[in-house]
């Protein structure tokens, strides 16, 4: 099963990777932001972006953990440590931001708010993607149809199954309906909402402009 799981998560980063390249036509010199890069890499698809981009002197990787084994596997992409809420750059200070699968951890809906206007201030572009809440298998906590319920209970059989790492504020699953309020509330009026999809279910979405 783990086997199966993880070779579904390496073909949908795959996927996104390809619709990152298709979507944004990043060029030789432009400037690229990664929001979210991981110091651990637990599965073969972490660290996408550095892992494949031909350009990596053009990534700026930002993050909330030190970065030792990232800057031993990926030498020539910058990185810059953060406290997780404000970006330390300036307007548009790059071409295109990329951020897989980060919007979901960044905290409740203010701070998902706060992530997507940043994202916005700092770049001229972005390519944004997270797990669709209403996709049956939950990829995080390993569970099936528990995290339709109201978060609060959810939480709450997450604790009972001894996964309380991902409760609280560490994980806030969106469905195409809080993305769409979200961008609303961010003041962005012109983007797109692509749905990846497993089988006949969304898995999750890719958000860009």
Sequence with gaps: MNKLLLKISLKSRKKKYEQFMEIMKPKKDSSILDVGFSESEYMEGANYLEKYYP???QITALGINKPVKFLERYPKVKTIVYDGRVFPFDDKSFDICWSNAVLEHVGNRKFQLQFIQEIERCSK????????RFFPYETHTHVILLHYLPKRWFDSILVKLHKEWHTGECLNLLSLRDIKKLMREAGIEKYQILRNRFLFFTLNFTICW
């Design 125 to 132: 572009s972005a390519f944004i993607t997270t797990p669709n």
């Design 55 to 57: 350009y990596p002197e």
